[in-house]
């Protein structure tokens, strides 16, 4: 399968500054990438989604001036944490699909945010 | 808006049993349908992926059912052993949902040896 690469796999931060997220697709040209959040013993939830060149379609209730998406190339999309809270403390998590509308979503290993 | 449901939340076997997983969704309008293993703290890995218009898939000793008409899908772990124990994700994807994937809550399986 085609290969998704999320960095940083953990980060601690204090409250108020932000953090990014990086989610690369290495083998492939991600035209669709996705976000979701996952809180302890929940499910994961998609936060919005990007396609390249165009401004990220975010779900109800995710602040899109709060978690910043830009993904200005085929393989790199990145999400910014802007002023993270604790409450922002999270799993989050990306996937990525290709040019075919039925093409499987691959997804990175994750990234554990600890706001402190 | 499409609803997943896992059932059981949590199973306990002893290993070398044969064990059913559960998903149901609400809206049969999908294009695929996904199941995910997740281990604590973890990322997801890929198990198997059905297309709308497949039945099954099968890998290994797990095989995944889907009957779209019902709403229904089932994952199948034959022989299980204390390396399957982990948290079992089924996700469907809709298609005018921009094709992104709604997930369940997951069954947490404990196989214990």
């Known amino acids: 399968g085609a290969v998704v690469s999320q960095h940083p796999s953990w980060v601690i931060c204090k409250s108020g500054t932000s953090v990014k997220i990086e989610c690369r697709s290495l083998?492939?040209?991600?035209?669709?990438m996705f976000w979701y959040r996952q809180f302890p013993k929940q499910s994961l939830m998609l936060m919005a989604t990007?396609?390249?060149?165009?401004?990220?379609?975010?779900e109800q209730g995710v602040e899109k001036d709060k978690f910043l998406i830009n993904h200005a190339s085929l393989t790199l999309s990145t999400l910014t944490v802007t002023s993270a809270h604790p409450e922002d403390s999270s799993f989050y998590i990306c996937?990525?699909?290709?040019?075919?509308?039925?093409?499987?979503?691959?997804f990175g290993q994750g990234t554990r945010l600890t706001v402190v | 808006k499409q609803e997943v449901t896992q059932i059981p939340a949590a199973l306990s076997v002893p290993e070398g049993e044969n064990l059913v997983l559960n998903c149901s969704f609400t809206d049969s309008a999908i294009y695929n349908l996904q199941w995910f293993r997740q281990d604590p703290g973890k990322g997801l890995t890929s198990l198997l992926l059905?297309?709308?218009?497949?039945r099954e898939q099968t890998s290994g000793r797990l095989n995944a059912s889907l009957d779209k008409s019902s709403g229904r899908s089932t994952l199948y772990i034959a022989a299980s052993q204390p390396g399957d124990s982990a948290t079992y994700l089924c996700?469907?994807?809709?298609?005018?949902?921009?094709?992104?994937?709604?997930f369940g809550k997951g069954t947490s399986l404990l196989v214990t040896p």
């Open positions: 996937s990525a699909r290709g040019r075919r509308s039925n093409t499987e979503a691959f």
């Open positions: 083998d492939f040209q991600a035209t669709t």
């Open positions: 990007s396609n390249e060149g165009s401004k990220a379609t975010y």
């Open positions: 059905i297309q709308s218009s497949q």
């Open positions: 996700a469907v994807g809709v298609t005018n949902s921009g094709y992104a994937l709604n």
